[in-house]
T-cell receptor, first 114, second 116 residues
Framework: DQQVKQNSPSLSVQEGRISILNCDYT??????FLWYKKYPAEGPTFLIS?????DKNEDGRFTVFLNKSAKHLSLHIVPSQPGDSAVYFC?????????????FGQGTRLTINP | NAGVTQTPKFQVLKTGQSMTLQCAQD?????MSWYRQDPGMGLRLIHY???????DQGEVPNGYNVSRSTTEDFPLRLLSAAPSQTSVYFC???????????????FGNGTRLTVT
């Protein structure tokens, strides 16, 4: 049973426009959510996170929105740049003390077209 | 900054062979973990450790062993490789999280393992 789902395997966006990546979760105990970006032949790198006490977190061109009632989060990238082309994973965990056992979605491959 | 270092980058094994995937971090992180990435399934947690001498199972632990004798190193052992273990393996580390305070995982660049 997939607790974190990214239903779009791929997304293609024009350079300069907004990219919106979506993620749904089923476990109501999750209270910490993250987005990771992955280039080929590299490990995932942390992009942005949000705690369940917030509904929005911004970092430069990246904004994550959390809708707890819908168990849905999204990542907005504005404006999209060619270097943003990568696979994006959303992940979730429970904020227990100690081990941060992240549960990942399947990933969405984002392609930014010039 | 080396961060999280994984060796080897690539490995081909025959069914039944054993091997150890190495992972080392130089950030003094207490928490270390192993994930495997398979197409269409994201990353799944194999084993994790919250400190030297302490390990525990993740979502998919069968066929793998781990040990944590030092803070820096967290090797993953395949005792008898099977084709189902063909995957990309990622080691990750972070500080331990406290209530209301979280430390993002830092990942290595992965080991691509093929079992024939």
């Amino acid at each position: 049973d997939q607790q974190v789902k990214q239903n779009s395997p791929s997304l293609s966006v024009q350079e300069g426009r907004i990219s919106i990546l979506n993620c749904d979760y089923t476990n109501s105990m999750f209270d910490y959510f993250l987005w990771y970006k992955k280039y080929p032949a590299e490990g995932p790198t942390f992009l942005i996170s949000i705690s369940s006490i917030k509904d929005k977190n911004e970092d430069g061109r990246f904004t994550v929105f959390l809708n707890k009632s819908a168990k849905h989060l999204s990542l907005h990238i504005v404006p999209s740049q060619p270097g943003d082309s990568a696979v994006y994973f959303c992940a979730a965990s429970e904020s227990t003390r100690g081990a941060q056992k992240l549960v990942f979605g399947q990933g969405t491959r984002l392609t930014i077209n010039p | 900054n080396a961060g999280v270092t994984q060796t080897p980058k690539f490995q081909v094994l025959k069914t039944g062979q054993s091997m150890t995937l190495q992972c080392a971090q130089d950030m003094n992180h207490e928490y270390m973990s192993w994930y495997r990435q398979d197409p269409g399934m994201g990353l799944r947690l194999i084993h994790y450790s919250v400190g030297a001498g302490i390990t525990d199972q993740g979502e998919v632990p069968n066929g793998y062993n781990v040990s944590r004798s030092t803070t820096e190193d967290f090797p993953l052992r395949l005792l008898s490789a099977a084709p189902s273990q063909t995957s990309v393996y990622f080691c990750a580390s972070s500080y331990l999280s406290g209530h209301g305070r979280n430390s993002p995982l830092h990942f290595g660049n992965g080991t691509r393992l093929t079992v024939t």
